[in-house]
């Protein structure tokens, strides 16, 4: 599976951004489709997570409420809308694969096969 992230960007507080993570070489249904996101030193962090097979997602609680994440199957995609966005969201963004997820694994990075580019999210005060 390979994977590519798009859609960072520079966006004011309080402002919506619309990632996406595009796969190829496996359909989307068959694996969970992960986010995390990083700041320069410091480890990556979970951000949320789409259940393979079905609709189910995951959030990390500094999220919840603010993101929500879709999927097209047709174009093998997951979209990640980030909400309201506060200056702490500031990061590089990754999406990864997993196809053995479980909820209690969700944080882990080693729980995840395949890892896209990094994608630059910025938000102003």
């Known amino acids: 599976v390979q994977l590519q992230a798009f859609g960072g960007g520079l966006v004011q507080a309080g402002g919506s951004l619309r990632l996406s993570c595009a796969a190829s070489g496996r359909s989307s249904r068959t694996y969970s489709t992960g986010w995390f996101h990083q700041v320069p030193g410091k480890e990556r962090e979970f951000v949320a997570v789409f259940f393979r097979g079905g609709s189910t997602t995951y959030f990390a609680d500094s999220v919840k409420g603010r993101f929500t994440l879709s999927r097209d199957t047709a174009k093998n995609t997951v979209y990640p809308q980030m909400n309201n966005l506060k200056p702490e969201d500031t990061a590089v963004y990754y999406c990864?694969?997993?196809?053995?997820?479980?909820?209690?694994?969700?944080?882990?990075?080693?729980?995840?096969?395949?890892w896209g580019q990094g994608t630059q999210v910025t938000v102003s005060s």
């Open positions: 990864a694969a997993s196809a053995r997820l479980i909820v209690s694994t969700v944080y882990c990075e080693s729980s995840y096969d395949y």
